[in-house]
T-cell receptor, first 112, second 113 residues
Framework: DQQVKQNSPSLSVQEGRISILNCDYT??????FLWYKKYPAEGPTFLIS?????DKNEDGRFTVFLNKSAKHLSLHIVPSQPGDSAVYFC???????????FGAGTRLTVKP | NAGVTQTPKFQVLKTGQSMTLQCAQD?????MYWYRQDPGMGLRLIYY???????DKGEVPNGYNVSRLNKREFSLRLESAAPSQTSVYFC????????????FGQGTRLTVV
């Protein structure tokens, strides 16, 4: 069963606008959430994370929001840049489990 | 500072052949992971090792075995390769299992014909 879901396979936005990527999870024991960015032919690289004790975490142009009651998190990129074009994976871990589960990914394209 | 190193980068196998994917990290991390990436499926966990001396199954362990050789190295073995195992394989490591980010290798693209 897919415990972490990214229901939008792709997203296209104009340079300078906001990109919003969404992620849902089913396991209420998850308590740490991460976003990774992946370029073709490279491994995923860590972007930003959030603990379940928070509802928002910011790092420059990137902000992650967590809604625990809805089991939903989102990544906001403002302003979007062409270099942000990549596949973004949502991941979750914790709750006593040692593993880390990923969503299917969302391909973001930022058009100049 | 190499981080996580995977070998080989590319491999073509015939059905039924065996091979071992190697992974080594130089960050003194305790936990190591093997994932496979398939179109539309994202990253699926095959096996992980929370610490040296332990291994556990992930979401898709069938057809694979692993060995945590020491703290640095975590290998993935395909005993009898099948076309369904054609995928890109990623190794990752993290300091501890909880509340830390994982670092990934560059991946191994495996094709089974």
């Amino acid at each position: 069963d897919q415990q972490v879901k990214q229901n939008s396979p792709s997203l296209s936005v104009q340079e300078g606008r906001i990109s919003i990527l969404n992620c849902d999870y089913t396991n209420s024991m998850f308590d740490y959430f991460l976003w990774y960015k992946k370029y073709p032919a490279e491994g995923p690289t860590f972007l930003i994370s959030i603990s379940s004790i928070k509802d928002k975490n910011e790092d420059g142009r990137f902000t992650v929001f967590l809604n625990k009651s809805a089991k939903h998190l989102s990544l906001h990129i403002v302003p979007s840049q062409p270099g942000d074009s990549a596949v973004y994976f949502c991941a979750a871990s914790g709750g006593g489990g040692d593993d880390m589960r990923f969503g299917a990914g969302t391909r973001l394209t930022v058009k100049p | 500072n190499a981080g996580v190193t995977q070998t080989p980068k590319f491999q073509v196998l015939k059905t039924g052949q065996s091979m071992t994917l190697q992974c080594a990290q130089d960050m003194n991390h305790n936990s190591m992971y093997w994932y496979r990436q398939d179109p539309g499926m994202g990253l699926r966990l095959i096996y992980y090792s929370a610490s040296e001396g332990t291994t556990d199954k992930g979401e898709v362990p069938n057809g694979y075995n692993v060995s945590r050789l020491n703290k640095r190295e975590f290998s993935l073995r395909l005993e009898s390769a099948a076309p369904s195992q054609t995928s890109v394989y990623f190794c990752a490591s993290k300091q501890w299992t909880d509340h830390t980010e994982a670092f990934f290798g560059q991946g191994t693209r495996l094709t089974v014909v």
